[in-house]
């Protein structure tokens, strides 16, 4: 199947330092979007992209839908002990529907 | 205001047992996805609803069967459980199957022993 690559796989940062994590395919998606997903939850819609070339904020958040619509990137600036959890990617394909096809997961660790 | 509701929370079932996992949306969302979660492996689609009457397959449907009781309900069955079925599954709904903004429930853990 399709499959979008997530990295880092995990991230062990200090209180206040600024996070980057991507997803890339070699197939062309329609949208993008970043969830984050805390233990025993299930995953929370942080940012939604839909146009290419788009950046689009949350707070302390920022995510890009990429110029090729192959990849996406989420930054978080200073971070805090409350950002730790998994961060997923999800895509939706041109031409289909209903289908959004998640990357395997960033873990990130904050040490206070 | 619940969001997505799923039951059990838990459940731990032997080879060869069935079992209905529910789910519920107080959104007024027109669809509804089943998917599982593995260690490692992020969230894979098993089923989807784009609307009350339609359930199409997804990535890996094989083992599992759905029902769209009405607008708010999308139960995933288990006929006969497998130890390849234990996972974390996830319920989510979104306004309509272009809008991907789904919303998630809180998971329901199954071990198949």
């Known amino acids: 199947g399709q499959q979008l690559n997530q990295s880092p796989q995990s991230m062990f940062i200090q209180e206040g330092e600024d996070v980057s994590m991507n997803c890339t395919s070699s197939?062309?998606?329609?949208?993008w979007l970043w969830y984050k997903q805390e233990p025993g939850e299930g995953p929370v819609l942080l940012i939604a992209l839909y146009k290419a070339g788009e950046l689009t904020s949350n707070g302390r958040l920022t995510a890009q839908f990429g110029i090729t619509r192959k990849d996406s990137f989420l930054n978080i600036s200073a971070s805090i002990p409350s950002d730790v959890g998994i961060y997923f990617c999800a895509g939706q394909l041109r031409g289909s529907q209903g289908n959004l096809i998640f990357g395997k997961g960033t873990k990130l660790s904050v040490k206070p | 205001n619940a969001g997505v509701t799923q039951t059990p929370k838990f459940q731990v079932l032997k080879t060869g047992q069935s079992m209905t996992l529910q789910c519920a949306q107080d959104?007024?969302?027109?669809?509804m996805y089943w998917y599982r979660q593995d260690p490692g492996m992020g969230l894979r689609l098993i089923y989807y609803?784009?609307?009350?009457?339609?359930?199409d397959k997804g990535e890996v449907p094989n083992g599992y069967n759905v029902s769209r009781l009405n607008k708010r309900e999308f139960s995933l069955r288990l006929e006969s459980a497998a130890p390849s079925q234990t996972s974390v599954y996830f319920c989510?709904?979104?306004?309509?199957?272009?809008?991907?903004?789904?919303?998630f429930g809180q998971g329901t853990r199954l071990t198949v022993v």
């Open positions: 959104m007024n969302h027109n669809s």
């Open positions: 989510a709904s979104s306004g309509h199957i272009m809008n991907t903004e789904a919303f």
């Open positions: 609803s784009a609307s009350e009457g339609t359930t």
């Open positions: 197939s062309i998606f329609n949208t």
